[in-house]
């Protein structure tokens, strides 16, 4: 019986950046890079838009694309994610109650004349 040759996998050169090879890390470099744990780090990817991307089951980190990250601004919230935010309280029973207790403490009427 003949036997067929296999073909061996391509060897992928490594991503480019900024002229030098770009590092790819796990979650688990990514948390000890940037010294935070693996729950924060996730937690970062989903409110802070921290660059990840999740391979199968694993996740992936760029380390250039974490640096950029931290050398940006955070984004400021949205009008809309402030509204949305505000309108978690309406029909709150206890509100009302917090409200009263500030203007209490700050001596000042809760309306004003």
Not at 29 to 40: G, H, I, M, N, Q
């Amino acid at each position: 019986m003949p036997r067929t040759k296999s073909n061996p996998k391509p060897i992928l050169a490594p991503a480019m950046t900024n002229g030098r090879a770009a590092e790819v890390m796990t979650l688990q470099e990514a948390a000890a890079f940037l010294r935070l744990d693996k729950d924060e780090v996730l937690h970062l990817v989903r409110e802070q838009d921290l660059p990840g991307r999740l391979a199968g089951n694993e996740w992936r980190f760029l380390e250039s694309a974490i640096c950029n990250w931290l050398a940006s601004s955070p984004p400021k919230p949205s009008k809309e994610a402030q509204l949305a935010v505000a309108g978690a309280w309406q029909g709150d029973p206890l509100v009302e109650e917090e409200l009263r207790e500030i203007y209490q403490r700050r001596g000042r009427p809760m309306t004003e004349d």
